[in-house]
């Protein structure tokens, strides 16, 4: 595993915020090796959202000098988020965009008890979805680590009001803080499909064969390339 490299916030920018909602109000960029998982509870927490970019070396030491992520860096993987106060103002996105179906889930040690080390597991597998995956966090914080274009990691922090969506097809993984505690409204837009399908390539020797040749992640990668329209948070 690469050992996570912090330096000095090179970039403050609010990624596109859903159409009517709130944005973030800046996003914090630091660089993380290629290829390596950003590491747990490696970040400082000012109640402002991280990314981890690539590093150019992994094997260097001294700060990145890459250059600085533009404001659509998110909405370039297609992933939207927003900022809600209220429930209410969650309820009126979900209208506008057709999610008719929720549950909420809380992650903890207290309320999973003994299965909670096996579920963070699962969660921390990296893995995607035949579709979008949205997340309104309702108390508590915890990190969403999806690839970027170059297949780095990108690290997104969310906590107490931040909803986050995430298109089908992009690969991804979660994990809590260090509070070990987080509470979401879980949206969808028809009956939920829960089936997370973990990454693979050809010759993994198990189940059917290289992820991305899922249809979902096929559509995807094209709307990254830009070779399909569409906005973040696809369905």
Avoid: C
Wanted: net charge neutral.
């Amino acid at each position: 595993m690469g050992v996570l490299r912090i330096v000095a916030p090179r970039a403050h920018f609010a990624p596109r915020a859903i159409a009517g909602h709130a944005s973030y109000p800046r996003v914090h960029a630091t660089y993380q090796q290629r290829r390596s998982p950003p590491p747990t509870h490696a970040l400082h927490h000012n109640h402002h959202h991280h990314l981890l970019l690539p590093s150019p070396s992994s094997s260097s030491s001294s700060p990145s000098t890459s250059p600085t992520p533009s404001s659509t860096y998110l909405t370039d993987l297609g992933i939207l988020t927003s900022h809600h106060a209220t429930l209410s103002s969650v309820n009126t996105l979900a209208s506008e965009r057709g999610y008719t179906y929720r549950d909420e889930i809380t992650i903890s040690p207290s309320s999973l008890g003994a299965s909670y080390a096996a579920k963070i597991e699962t969660f921390s597998q990296e893995h995607l979805h035949e579709d979008e995956e949205i997340r309104s966090v309702l108390d508590g914080a915890g990190f969403f680590d999806v690839r970027g274009k170059s297949d780095e990691w990108v690290r997104i922090r969310v906590e107490r009001g931040d909803l986050l969506i995430l298109p089908a097809g992009i690969y991804h993984h979660f994990t809590t803080d260090e509070g070990d505690y987080i509470k979401a409204l879980r949206l969808f837009r028809d009956e939920p499909k829960w089936t997370p399908l973990p990454r693979k390539a050809d010759g993994d020797g198990d189940g059917d064969g290289a992820t991305d040749r899922v249809k979902a992640r096929r559509e995807y990668v094209a709307f990254v390339r830009g070779e399909r329209d569409g906005e973040g948070g696809r369905g």
